[in-house]
């Protein structure tokens, strides 16, 4: 038994986030282990989460993983904590189809409760129908409670006591309507000044939550069975890769404020000895049998990384004899001819290994899940990019997989290969697929 459950949202921009943070915050204070999960494909705000924590958080997403696969993820992370929570993402029920990857559904597949995060603003007598809407519409999801957002006085908080008595639903308590307390954009969150503020955020809102909700009683009312029974048929997962030959292998992976999304179960399964090294403080490339160059926002780092001229070279002689390379996401500019940070901006040179050049654009992402026929592997991940590629005609011939959008419609992701280079600007997912099988 140990508290679990999960953080959603009435409806999208009612500050779940900020609530979930804060209650990752207030808990990790009280000294207890706060495993947390994010539901959904996004790595930017996974930072978040290890910031709130001080633990590693990871993703929880029914597009590019099975139910099966999910529940071993959270028995499997969550084992060692003390509480498990899971942010949910936009509204309760909102997934990619209908309810399909929501908050809602990784709630009832894990069997862990739910607690509703709803704006105080412009709240009205209508909020009770929508709580008992939501209490009624998956009669097997368990509703803990509900914490209310932006609240501005303590008359205000009475009324949605009300509200919530006449809907059945238990009130957990409020956050007070606090000035300066948004979150920053995501690629500004990887700044040491900034990350410095989100911590005085993070226990701003912690000691405003544990003024304003009995967080013993919260974690009473989500206490559950644990580990979560599996669904049945279960097929058992082969947990580590494999491959050929006894010696473990040497994964060299690029981590730094440049390099930060990766999914925890990529590198958790891969069972080797991981080596980390830094593009953008100028680390040595180790000696290994795998270079990983996950993603993230290189283009903040255009200059520095421009300057590791004999990282640059490691790279490039490690490549041309035939040592394997995976780059995903943001990892592809450091391969690419060019880095162009911004609009009118310098054009920086980078390793030069692949024959394309990488242009930020200006506040208008890329994003969506994607599917990539590679050989006989079907990849699944998702796309999160802010730059174009711009691919020399000898590209060409390097581009060899079909990428389609979860509809199905094709899309202009990219996926090149040179010798045992790989780059694709999608971040895919590893964790049942394997990672190795991409050179077999």
């Known amino acids: 038994m140990k508290p679990q459950f999960l953080v959603g949202a009435l409806m999208p921009g009612s500050g779940q986030t900020l609530v979930a943070l804060g209650l990752m915050r207030a808990l990790h204070n009280r000294g207890l282990h706060v495993q947390s999960f994010k539901c959904g494909p996004e790595l930017a705000e996974l930072r978040y989460h290890a910031l709130a924590t001080d633990h590693e958080p990871a993703n929880l997403d029914a597009w590019m993983s099975s139910h099966t696969h999910l529940q071993t993820l959270y028995n499997s992370y969550g084992e060692k904590a003390d509480v498990c929570l899971v942010e949910g993402k936009g509204g309760l029920f909102d997934g990619f189809r209908r309810a399909q990857g929501s908050g809602a559904e990784l709630a009832r597949l894990m069997r862990i409760p739910v607690v509703l995060v709803v704006s105080a603003r412009n709240a009205g007598y209508s909020t009770a129908a929508m709580l008992q809407g939501f209490k009624h519409f998956y009669t097997d999801l368990k509703i803990a409670g509900v914490i209310f957002n932006q609240v501005t006085s303590a008359a205000q908080y009475g009324f949605l006591r009300e509200t919530c008595a006449e809907a059945g639903v238990e009130c957990l308590g409020y956050l007070p309507l606090l000035e300066d307390a948004g979150l920053p954009p ?119 990384l421009h300057r590791r001229k004999r990282l640059m070279e490691q790279l490039h002689t490690y490549v041309e004899n035939g040592g394997k390379l995976l780059a995903e996401g943001g990892g592809m500019a450091l391969l690419g001819q060019t880095l162009t940070a911004r609009p009118g901006g310098t054009a920086y040179e980078m390793a030069g290994i692949l024959p394309y050049s990488v242009y930020v654009k200006d506040n208008r992402p890329c994003n969506g899940y994607r599917q990539t026929s590679y050989r006989e592997l079907n990849l699944k991940g998702y796309e999160y990019r802010y730059f174009d590629i711009v691919p020399t005609e000898e590209a060409t011939s390097l581009q ?34 394997g990672l190795y099988k991409l050179w077999e």
């Open 186 to 304: 995501r690629h500004q969150a990887l700044t040491l000044p900034l990350r410095k503020s989100l911590d005085q955020l993070f226990n701003k809102v912690a000691e405003q939550l544990e003024q304003h909700i009995d967080l013993s009683k919260l974690l009473n009312l989500c206490t559950r069975i644990f580990p979560c029974a599996y669904s049945l048929p279960y097929i058992s997962e082969t947990e580590t890769e494999t491959w050929i030959g006894a010696r473990k292998l040497r994964i060299a992976l690029a981590s730094d404020p440049a390099f930060p999304f990766l999914y925890r179960r990529n590198i958790d399964r891969m069972q080797g000895e991981i080596i980390r090294f830094s593009p953008v403080f100028g680390s040595e490339l180790p000696q290994a049998d795998i270079v990983y160059l996950p993603g993230g926002y290189p283009e903040l780092f255009a200059r520095q």
């Open 400 to 433: 060899t997989p079909v990428c389609h959008a979860k509809g199905g419609e094709m899309l202009g992701s990219y996926f090149f290969r040179y010798k045992n280079c790989i780059a694709t600007s999608v971040h895919n997912y590893w964790g049942e697929t």
